[in-house]
């Protein structure tokens, strides 16, 4: 059938709306109609690393309603309400283990372009459309996934809110919930407070931990990270943030999480950890990254890196959904909403004060 995508044509183009042709759902796949798809800075990453002349459809925190199921899908049907996430085999060890965002397929099945059969689920008359990222491709008003990557909903959620949830906020949320483990005890800091990093203030927040400080160089962002649960929210640009961050948390932060990617950051970041301390990593970027070892050993701290907040969206998704129901995780603060086809200004937007776009149909 015949649809529209945000086609991308290299790293120094914008998006183009283009009619292109959707295959089927297979026997293993769902066909779902986009009502809400988030702009996530990994969308633009992977963006910038495409070739010139690749027509490409990213997009990866789809939400909708399914049309159509193959015959194999089981616990979906069509009208179903759901949101897409990363895609997994759930078949590896560590899927049956719970652990799929580590699936052995991860790099294959979320970023190779092509189902695994080397097939695309898009097609344009002049050949194939590097597709299916993150199992979804949901840059456009159709979109081929499977039971894997598709969480089914209530009826009465809103799409526009939840549509982040498939990425963003989970890998926010996830890696405090599921990483980092806050208790009421600890504090924790959060460096960027962009949709990942707010979701991570909000979801510390949820669990009751007793300190939250939000690190960002904007002031409009640090407000808006102490009205959605912060209790402190520092500048990053001073230069003694370090000494702050010690001051306001009795000697050094039992947690933190990055977000920035940025290598002088994660580095501070590590500093004003207290003993034993640890520290998540998600932001993408940073490239090399000296850490002082002495500190590490000597302070027994911890730094390790999470893909999408170790999070089974099965399981997590329902967790945010249900907070913010309770009014817990108020996702719907971070959120600006743009047509389809006004992609390109939201892109700007989101480098400019835009916290998180939502594209909806």
Not at 331 to 351: G, K, L, N, Q
């Amino acid at each position: 059938m015949r649809t529209q995508a945000a086609v991308s044509h290299g790293p120094d183009t914008g998006f183009t709306i283009e009619d292109v042709e959707i295959s089927d759902p297979r026997p293993d796949e769902i066909l779902v109609r986009l009502t809400a798809v988030g702009i996530c800075h990994t969308d633009l990453v992977s963006k910038a690393q495409m070739p010139a002349g690749v027509p490409a459809v990213f997009g990866h925190e789809g939400a909708g309603v399914v049309e159509a199921v193959g015959a194999d899908v089981t616990g979906v049907r069509a009208g179903d309400h759901v949101v897409m996430s990363y895609n997994s085999c759930g078949t590896c060890v560590r899927c049956a283990a719970g652990r799929r965002a580590y699936c052995e397929q991860f790099a294959a099945l979320n970023s190779g372009g092509r189902r695994p059969d080397g097939s695309s689920t898009l097609t344009r008359a002049d050949g194939a459309v590097w597709s299916s990222f993150f199992g979804q491709s949901s840059f456009a008003r159709h979109a081929i996934a499977t039971r894997e990557n598709v969480v089914v909903v209530p009826e009465d959620t809103d799409l526009v809110t939840a549509a982040p949830m498939g990425c963003g906020f989970q890998t926010g949320a996830g890696s405090v919930v599921n990483v980092l483990r806050p208790t009421p005890d600890s504090s924790l800091v959060v460096y960027g407070a962009g949709g990942v990093g707010l979701a991570a203030v909000m979801a510390a927040a949820a669990l009751g931990t007793g300190t939250v400080v939000a690190v960002d160089l904007s002031k409009q962002r640090r407000d808006l990270a102490t009205e959605l649960g912060a209790t402190h929210a520092l500048d990053g640009a001073s230069e003694d943030l370090v000494e702050q961050i010690r001051e306001l948390t009795g000697g050094g932060a039992t947690h933190a999480f990055d977000t920035t990617g940025v290598p002088p950051v994660i580095r501070n970041a590590v500093k004003a950890l207290t003993a034993e301390g640890s520290l998540a990593l998600v932001g993408l970027g940073a490239g090399e990254t000296a850490i002082d070892t002495m500190d590490l050993i000597g302070a027994g701290k911890t730094v390790r890196g999470s893909i999408e907040g170790d999070a089974n969206p099965q399981d997590l998704i329902p967790l945010l959904l249900d907070w913010q129901a309770q009014g817990r995780f108020p996702a719907e603060r971070m959120i600006s909403t743009f047509p389809f086809e006004d992609i390109d200004e939201a892109v700007a937007r989101m480098r400019e004060d835009v916290v998180k776009p939502v594209l909806t149909f």
